[in-house]
């Protein structure tokens, strides 16, 4: 019953094709970011990957603009994920529900049935998975459009990312010999993989003093910076 | 329209939980208070205080944890009781029961004198549980709680409020004001008297008994519009044109009409569902189960016509002939969940009956007997519910399926000083919806805390958004822990994004090699030099700290640790405590 409900459904989508809007198969993204992806915004049925001391949070921050528009987030396998930094970050936490580790066996069951409630799912991908698991929840992806981030994803075989964005040379502003406190980040970040254009870099405050998510100016960001000593760097950036 | 009669036990959590004589108690769910015994309210305990403030007001209050089932187990032989008088009764939720009283109320001899029947029969089922041997009510006497001018009535710690009027609303309201009064009250037959006796009250009981949320009261409140008459005497057509389909229902219960009838379908004969046993089952849980696949059939089929079910028969025999049937009645509509919580609390009470059942089970059935339009659920057109947050629900319910009821879980904010206790991982399936949970009278005190525990609601529902700004913004709703009032030695923005679930040990050293220690007056040994972490040692470029936490000194299990952030040479950064001697690693900023 479900099943020919679903074949009705692409058939549906098929015969209309032609007719959905360009931006209807994106998902919104902050602005600081749209500038950095194809399309600007999430491409709906992608795999993104983050990588570098900063996955978590660009993960996070790449699906803030979706998850603010109203879109759900669904958190697989990440139990120890730090919700206030997931609410900092921009997502909407009364739109997120997250699920336990499944059995690697079980994981990408749970991922399509996640995706299928979800627009936005950011997972961890067991050590040996199946490139034809990896298939499946590819193809229920692009059936839901849904849009998965595996953060801190490192080189696997039988996984393509659409997107890989790399974050490198994270400094730590505000924070000092016993003194002060973290404040503000500045990472390097890249953009690739095979959906991507030739490669894109940015630098950017993730996040800056203020709790935003916003791009390093070109003065600040020209001056060679310590990790120590950043003062003069956050009046700039605030 | 129909004369009903409402039975209504208030604070019934508090009662099940099992209030000995006059102690304070408060049953409290996802750290709110939900309900509290006639002591605690003496004492000036509130429903929807967070626990320690319940605490502060009443230090030697003994809290007890929520547990919907024992409720609904306690609640059995009280409904057992009643049904012998009263064959058809509907119950919303345990400690509220409705039944029509036209038959009762003349085998009786009047409404005054059935309604003392009903305290008495109440209060003896619910008395002969204690002597059967439920831990619970005890025999100290509790004094003035029974409504019953019975002697039983004045012994156990069991309040009984009954109203008798017409239509579901004002029996909601004569039972609220019988439970002020200490005494049953009936409000007499015809629609000028029903009337008459809702015009004076405000308009808050709209939203305590009939299920509005406070958004919509607060509205009317600021719009002048203080009093039922009020809101009566206004044209129904500016209602509707001013107010939707909301206001309209309003304007209706004010002006006495209920709002039941025009709403309701017939129910086609063949709608229900049912399983058939061949080996008879003797456990509650392969039933509850075979119980979830019929309310999942039924909900389908229903869902189908546009409908939901808001009158649920429930069914099951055994081998040996014995029968259990309730009606289950549900203002805003029963969902899988919900008749599945249903189907568990009638079954684990008639199984746990005194003497138990003969056989086992051999069938058991769900017959919808009312559904009418949903309404409450349409795609958001005025800003409601979306498509979104439908699959959201539906995904989290089939991924219950699939892992596990605990496996799917929301995050409600709890606040503290660790970063791992910021906010509260509640199961998000198998809990009732919150729209559909609270019911008539007890509402208020259902709702608060519990929207989070379903997110499809969360979101969307006008419902459940007045609830997360009623129950002053925390436990309720997730996205506003940043309103909420500072907690102090709490951890600065930006947190960390990655903890260690427990901590990591670590050694934090000084550049002459000896591990860094915070003497009891704060002083650090020396400046952090290296942080080595799974035999992997790196400099440490920047430092802050150390910022003592003493965690419940005032008890044994008390902590004294001093935390730091570290930033390695490469950027990442730690949140890191040293306690006894010993580096923790509690989060990474990754």
Request: proline share 7%; glycine share 12%; hydrophobic share 45%.
């Amino acid at each position: 019953m479900a099943r020919a409900g679903v074949s009705l459904d692409d058939a549906v989508r098929e015969r209309f094709r032609p007719t959905v809007m360009a931006h209807e198969q994106v998902l919104p993204a902050l602005e600081v970011l749209a500038d950095l992806l194809p399309g600007r915004g999430l491409q709906r049925g992608s795999v993104i990957a983050t990588r570098g001391p900063a996955a978590m949070s660009i993960g996070l921050a790449l699906m803030a603009g979706a998850s603010a528009a109203g879109s759900w987030l669904g958190v697989v396998g990440l139990p120890s994920i730090g919700l206030s930094a997931v609410s900092e970050l921009g997502i909407a936490l009364e739109r997120v529900f997250l699920v336990a580790a499944p059995p690697p066996q079980r994981w990408a069951e749970t991922v399509a049935a996640v995706a299928d409630g979800a627009e936005l799912v950011l997972a961890r991908v067991p050590a040996q998975l199946r490139a034809s698991d990896m298939r499946r929840v590819q193809s229920r992806l692009s059936t839901r459009g849904t849009v998965l981030v595996l953060a801190g994803l490192d080189e696997q075989a039988g996984i393509q990312p659409d997107l890989v964005v790399g974050t490198a040379a994270p400094q730590w502003e505000g924070i000092n010999d016993g003194q002060g406190r973290l404040l503000a980040r500045q990472v390097q970040i890249e953009v690739g993989g095979r959906r991507a254009g030739r490669p894109l870099r940015r630098l950017l405050w993730l996040p800056a003093s203020d709790g935003s998510i916003s791009a390093v100016t070109t003065i600040t960001a020209s001056r060679p910076t310590s990790a120590s000593g950043g003062g003069d760097l956050l009046e700039q950036a605030g | 329209m129909p004369r009903l009669v409402t039975l209504w036990f208030p604070q019934w959590s508090a009662v099940a939980a099992g209030v000995q004589g006059d102690e304070p108690l408060v049953v409290v769910h996802a750290n709110r208070v939900v309900a509290v015994s006639p002591a605690g309210e003496v004492a000036g305990v509130q429903i929807g205080l967070r626990r320690r403030e319940a605490q502060a007001r009443c230090s030697g209050v003994r809290i007890v944890h929520h547990d919907p089932d024992r409720d609904a187990r306690r609640f059995e032989p009280v409904v057992r009781a009643i049904a012998e008088l009263v064959p058809s009764l509907e119950i919303t939720e345990p400690g509220l029961i409705t039944f029509a009283s036209r038959g009762p109320s003349r085998y009786a001899g009047g409404d005054v004198v059935l309604a003392e029947r009903v305290v008495a029969i109440a209060v003896q089922a619910f008395a002969g549980q204690d002597s059967v041997g439920q831990a619970g009510v005890g025999q100290h006497g509790v004094g003035q709680h029974g409504v019953g001018q019975h002697g039983v009535g004045q012994r156990v710690g069991v309040r009984v409020a009954v109203g008798i009027a017409e239509g579901r609303f004002a029996s909601g309201i004569a039972a609220r004001r019988s439970a002020l009064r200490g005494e049953p009250c009936v409000i007499a037959a015809g629609r000028a008297a029903t009337v008459d006796f809702l015009a004076r009250f405000p308009v808050d009981v709209l939203r305590d008994v009939a299920g509005f949320d406070a958004d919509f009261t607060g509205l009317l409140r600021r719009l002048g519009i203080v009093r039922l008459e009020q809101l009566a005497a206004l044209p129904a057509t500016d209602i509707l044109a001013r107010f939707g389909n909301n206001g309209i229902r309003a304007h209706r219960l004010a002006s006495g009409d209920d709002e039941r009838p025009p709403e309701t379908h017939p129910v086609p004969p063949e709608l229900f569902a049912e399983r058939v046993f061949e080996d008879a089952v003797a456990q509650v849980e392969p039933l509850v189960f075979a119980g979830r696949q019929c309310a999942e059939e039924l909900h389908q089929a229903i869902t189908a016509r546009g409908s939901i079910c808001v009158r649920l028969v429930i069914e099951a025999e055994t081998d040996d002939g014995e029968r259990t049937e309730r009606v289950w009645y549900q203002p805003a509509g029963l969902r899988v969940a919900t008749m599945v919580e249903r189907v568990r609390w009638q079954l684990d009470g008639w199984v746990r009956q005194p003497g138990g059942l003969n056989g086992g089970v051999v069938l058991l059935r769900l017959t919808p007997v009312e559904i009418k339009a949903d309404d409450g659920r349409q795609l958001g057109f005025w800003g409601g519910r979306t498509q979104a947050d439908e699959w959201a629900q539906r995904a989290i319910t089939r991924l219950g399926g699939l892992l596990g009821p605990d496996a799917v879980t929301v995050p409600v904010w709890r606040g503290g000083r660790e970063p791992s206790r910021h906010y509260d991982l509640i199961p998000a399936v198998d809990r009732p919806d919150p729209d559909t949970v609270p019911s008539p009278v007890t509402k208020r005190s259902k709702r608060i805390g519990t929207p989070a525990t379903t997110p499809g609601v969360a979101a969307g529902s006008a419902a459940s958004r007045s609830a997360a700004s009623r129950s002053a913004a925390s436990a309720s709703a997730p996205g506003q822990a940043a309103n909420d009032p500072p907690w102090p030695g709490q951890l600065p923005k930006p947190s960390p994004s990655q903890l260690f679930l427990p901590a990591e040990a670590c050694i934090v050293e000084d550049d002459g090699g000896r591990t860094v220690t915070v003497s009891g007056r704060g002083f650090i040994s020396g400046a952090p030099a290296t942080l080595s972490r799974n035999q992997r040692r790196v400099r440490v470029a920047a430092w802050a700290g150390p910022w003592p936490i003493e965690e419940r000194w005032w008890e044994a299990g008390g902590r004294r640790r001093a935390r730091f952030q570290l930033v390695t040479e490469e950027g990442v950064a730690y949140l890191a405590a040293v306690e006894a001697g010993q580096w923790w690693l509690d989060a990474m900023y990754a």
